[in-house]
């Protein structure tokens, strides 16, 4: 592998595993009925995972563009990461949806 799939590599599981970090930390929020702090960690968490996806989407566009690339299990690992990754955040985005709607209902019930 080269030193600049290796370098794409590394950002991309770097960056989805600060992206993960944040999630955890919307979905604890949202166990504490912290709707707002949910929110904020679930931007940052999508800051993240944008970040890796770039490098993944400039490393596929320069393969289909003609560069020389070679199979990478690490690379493959680095992806399989972002993809995993990034359906935590679509899962974690709809619980925040469901959570706060029941919250709501729950308080119309209580008046």
């Known amino acids: 592998?080269?030193?600049n799939k290796l370098q794409a590599a590394m950002e991309?599981?770097?960056?989805?595993?600060?992206a993960r970090v944040k999630c955890k930390e919307a979905l604890d929020a949202i166990a504490a009925y912290d709707f707002k702090l949910g929110n904020e960690k679930l931007k940052e968490a999508q800051v993240k995972i944008?970040?890796?996806?770039?490098?993944q989407t400039d490393a596929i566009q320069g393969e289909s563009a003609g560069e020389a690339s070679?199979?990478?299990?690490?690379?493959?690992?680095?992806?399989?990461?972002?993809?995993?990754?990034?359906?935590?955040i679509i899962i974690a985005k709809q619980m925040i949806k469901i959570f706060e709607s029941y919250e709501k209902r729950i308080a119309a019930l209580e008046k």
């Open 70 to 88: 070679s199979y990478s299990i690490l690379f493959t690992h680095a992806q399989d990461t972002l993809m995993t990754i990034n359906s935590e």
């Open 1 to 3: 592998m080269d030193d």
């Open 12 to 18: 991309i599981i770097l960056n989805a595993g600060d």
């Open 50 to 55: 944008s970040a890796a996806h770039k490098v």
